[in-house]
């Protein structure tokens, strides 16, 4: 069964109902097995309050996540520290976007995103797969 990493624009358009969010949608019903870092859980949780204002989206957005069914890596162990550490060195990406590349590269899985400008030189390089959702 492959395994896919949610980038947090994934989960932010299947929360925002954006376009694209019912392919979330259908991943979460697909039983492929989905991780997601922390690093990217705490910019969608980031996005939820920035853009509510309210400081009670987090725990909204955290009680919801723990009812998909995606697992949460909340450790940043020494494998995935130099994986994204090493991918942040190699591209132009955001930190947050190396630890979604770095948790697909130690789970050889595939990332879901739609964040083209950052991703698509990994994916031309060859060096991570990329699941585009919109």
Not at 61 to 74: A, C
Request: hydrophobic share 50%.
């Amino acid at each position: 069964m492959k395994r896919l990493v949610l980038d947090a624009c994934a989960l932010i358009a299947y929360f925002n109902d954006e376009n694209g969010a019912t392919v979330i949608e259908d991943l979460f019903l697909s039983n492929k097995e989905i991780f997601m870092s922390v690093v990217n859980l705490y910019e969608v949780c980031y996005d939820a309050a920035r853009t509510s204002g309210n400081q009670h989206a987090v725990v909204e957005i955290l009680n919801t996540v723990r009812q998909l069914p995606i697992g949460i890596v909340w450790e940043v162990n020494d494998e995935l520290l130099q994986a994204a550490a090493m991918l942040k060195v190699r591209y132009r990406i955001s930190l947050a976007d190396s630890f979604a590349l770095g948790l697909a590269t130690v789970l050889d899985a595939e990332v879901v995103s739609a964040d083209h400008h950052e991703f698509e030189p990994v994916v031309q390089a060859g060096d991570v797969s990329v699941m585009w959702f919109r």
